[in-house]
C-alpha cells in the first residue's frame, strides 16, 4: 500500500501564504505524477496542480502566477507554494499520487487524507 502524508494547512489571512507538502511512503518502484486537488464547500472537487517526473507543470486557471507546486528528487514529495491567497482559496486540498509498484506495473492512484487551507481575516 501506499500512505500519502499531508502538512502545512491552516488559518491564513488574505494575501499570506501557505506551504503544503505531500510525502508518499510504501510500496513504490517510482513516482509518475504527483497532484494537488481541492474541495470547497458545496463545490466538486477540482484539479490545482499537477507535476511529472521530467517537471512538467498543469497548473488551474485560478492559481496560475500564485501557486506553484514541485517535487523532490525523490520524485516522493510534492510541494505547493500558495501565495497571494484569496478567501476564494478556502477548500480542503488533497494529495493524490500516481504511482508504479514494480516495473512493469500499471499506474494506481492514491488520495491522501487532505488538509484544510482557510483564508479569512
Known amino acids: 500500500q501506499v500512505q500519502l502524508m499531508e502538512s502545512g494547512g491552516g488559518l491564513v489571512q488574505p494575501g499570506g501564504s501557505l506551504r503544503l507538502s505531500c510525502a508518499a511512503s510504501?510500496?513504490?518502484?517510482?513516482?509518475?505524477?504527483m497532484n494537488w486537488h481541492r474541495q470547497a464547500p458545496g463545490k466538486e472537487r477540482e484539479l490545482v496542480a499537477r507535476?511529472?517526473?521530467?517537471?512538467?507543470?498543469i497548473y488551474a486557471d485560478s492559481v496560475k502566477g500564485r501557486f506553484t507546486i514541485s517535487n523532490s528528487d525523490t520524485r516522493n514529495t510534492v510541494y505547493l507554494q500558495m501565495n497571494s491567497l484569496k478567501p476564494e482559496d478556502t477548500a480542503v486540498y488533497y494529495c493524490?499520487?500516481?504511482?508504479?509498484?514494480?516495473?512493469?506495473?500499471?499506474?494506481?492512484?492514491?488520495w491522501g487524507q487532505g488538509t484544510q487551507v482557510t483564508v479569512s481575516s
Open positions: 493524490y499520487a500516481e504511482i508504479r509498484h514494480t516495473r512493469s506495473a500499471p499506474l494506481n492512484g492514491y
Open positions: 510504501g510500496s513504490i518502484f517510482s513516482t509518475y505524477a
Open positions: 507535476i511529472t517526473g521530467d517537471g512538467s507543470t
